[in-house]
């Protein structure tokens, strides 16, 4: 019989009222659990009145086994190797007691198990507030409707006013499962007025139901086909705008590639390395920042971090440039294969220098998003990277369009004996463009940091997308990098919506590979005697 050895022992072998108290709460429970359904209201009743905050730790004692009982009928339960507390007093006992002198309360396991599913409706009596609030989170989880009567009586009393709409809702969590058809009624009107993140999961519980009334059931199947609707509606936004996030992440990440391939013909398999080296800049001044300067000016460590791995990167380009890729320009298959090498010799200097896996606070002023409506969410720090991204691709136009470093790179891009014969310095420009495409990539490295972990090898994860970008574009085209980045970006999220992420990519691929055989020289290839040579 469930609870009898505990029972037995407090009623015979204790007399104390306040151990009568506890035999009567486990009668109480033993009824609840018993198949006599007759017992099981009075019962609940009983339970909804009793001072919780000194029956429960007794009866948490008994169920884990740490509950004994003395032969001259003191109930003790052992709390730790030190000490021995009494009950109701919790007074330490001085002194160690034989184990020999006391009788164990034990519990079968399918006891305990029974037991710990009446926790939180025996803790939604308690006098902590916390206690309560936990309490009547467990039951709207578990959703037993057989605990509707106590949860009644406990809402009833309820006086704490941030509570009181906890209790609200999960007295109308049940009703709505488990009432007559006015509390159903009743609860659908709530629910309606007060929708939170799991009402429409009830309610499709509820329509699951055999005993509802048409109008009911309406009223539901309508508000969830809105709902449905509306959800749908918001993934294909959401959708559309993480495919433009990972698009701006693309272009920022290929501007630099296409200004280096287009101009030298250079395949740089190291380009995202120098991704790598711009987010751990991020991560070296942020460590500053953390040792140096005030906690209140820390979020000034990313902001900063942006020139600086912009400077960075472009020096390490510089030396890059100055002692390797000068000897390879216009010859693609030795440049692929010595920039592989420098990929892999930067993955294991950052790897000695920072191990395999580091952290990059984001700034407090990018953390959480923009709700624009119930369910759509758009996170700051995407917003930050897309507006970067837009930022630096202007940069980037005005230098190339407007100013006369840029009418030296595109001369020497079209056509670098004729730009020689007119005075202009191509192995100089060269350096300035290696170096401007380098701090580039610096620049995307810093804003990545945003969105995932700093590891040695990150630049890889991007590297190949950031080809396939500048390849669909057009080589050396700013207008084709950006509009193959945003259209890859968006493809791509499209793809993964229907299909798991990895065949997603399978068919992005396969697109660009079939696009590719129409059009070899991108979207934006160039036109008359400069694309014909």
Known sequence: MRYKILWVIICFTISSPFFAQVSSVVQAISDILG???DKATPAWSYLSK????SIFPFLEAAIEGRLYVSHDGQAITVINEDGYYLYPEFKQINGKIAKEQLKTIKLSRKERVQFNELIPVININSHSATTRATAYQQIIDKREVKWLPLVKEATAKEKDPILITTAQETLYTLELLGGDEKEQSAAIDYFLNNKSTNTLLLFRTYLERADITKTNSNRVKKQVAQWDLAERNNQIYQNVFSGLSLGSILILSSLGLSIIYGLAGIINMSHGEFLMIGAYTTYCMQQIFEKFIPASLS??????????????TALIGLIVERLVIRHLYSRPLE?????WGISLIL?????????DLTTVKSPAILSGGWEISEGMILPYNRLFIMGLTIVIFLIVYFVFQKSRLGIKIRSVTQNRNMSACVGISTQKTDMITFMLGSGLAGVAGCAITLIGNVVPDMGQTYVVDSFLVVVTGGVGKLAGCVVSGLGIGV???????????VYGKVLILFLIIVFLQYRPKGLF???GRIGDD
């Open 35 to 37: 198949e006599e359904a």
């Open 50 to 53: 009793v001072e919780t905050d």
């Open 299 to 312: 979020d000034w460590s990313f902001f900063l971090s942006l020139p600086m791995s912009f400077i960075t």
């Open 335 to 339: 440049s692929l294969l010595a920039t």
């Open 347 to 355: 993955i294991q200097i950052a790897r000695s220098i920072f191990g």
């Open 491 to 501: 493809i791509s999220k499209a793809f993964e919506a229907g299909f798991e992420a």
């Open 525 to 527: 290839a160039d036109k």
